[in-house]
């Protein structure tokens, strides 16, 4: 149940989403909640190097295939470096597929003036900011690179860090309209960092609250 439900029939439907992970990823301790129960599958020959490069496809159907059959009601991804998979794995169910937090780019630029600007928080930064164009034409947005920053965070990193680094930078760039957390372990940091800046905060919960 979304952590927004408030009809007490709610409370009794359970709400399994399926994650993908790159292969030998470390299962979180800090997975997606908020109502939610999680099952991670880690797809087998899928690192963040070859992801556009050599995707393992029967891999990647297999991986839907065992979610499928642990009966979740959609399918979401690790990082946005999993976003060049969003149409391949589409083709491979009829569940909903969201990979990326990313892909409520394409709601929120429009929904704001053409200078301002939100900030990705990401473990994969390096790659991320590398790809961004790709990722970004990816969930159907073009033209919206100059509003959206890629910043690294550690999965590890502490709560008060995260908070500052936004407020920092807060400092320095007044167009700056909130925060997409990319990776999932960054999940546990919406809150803090929703009560603590006064900004929204995007993050896979959010997209999923959009569907449930």
């Not at 959609?74 to 597929?97: D, K, N, V």
């Not at 500052?164 to 925060?179: C, E, T």
Request: with cysteine; aromatic share 6%.
């Amino acid at each position: 149940m979304s952590k927004y439900a408030t009809h007490p029939e709610l409370s009794q439907i359970e709400h399994k989403i399926g994650l993908l992970r790159f292969d030998r990823s470390t299962t979180s301790k800090c997975s997606v909640g908020y109502g939610y129960k999680v099952v991670e599958v880690c797809v087998r020959g899928l690192t963040p190097e070859n992801v556009l490069r050599q995707v393992p496809t029967a891999s990647l159907k297999a991986a839907i295939a065992q979610l499928e059959e642990q009966g979740v009601i959609g399918i979401a991804g690790e990082s946005a470096l999993m976003l060049p998979l969003q149409g391949l794995a589409r083709s491979m169910t009829e569940l909903p597929i969201f990979l990326s937090s990313l892909l409520q780019v394409a709601l929120l630029v429009p929904a704001h003036s053409r200078e301002q600007k939100f900030v990705v928080f990401t473990k994969y930064a390096k790659r991320v900011a590398a790809q961004k164009l790709h990722l970004l034409k990816d969930c159907g947005c073009h033209g919206m690179e100059s509003n959206i920053i890629i910043e690294g965070i550690p999965d590890n990193a502490d709560p008060d860090m995260v908070v500052q680094k936004f407020k920092s930078m807060r400092r320095i760039d007044h167009k700056l309209a909130g925060v997409i957390l990319d990776c999932e372990e960054l999940v546990q940091h919406a809150d803090r960092l929703r009560a603590l800046t006064a900004f929204p905060v995007f993050d896979i919960v959010t997209l999923l609250d959009f569907f449930w």
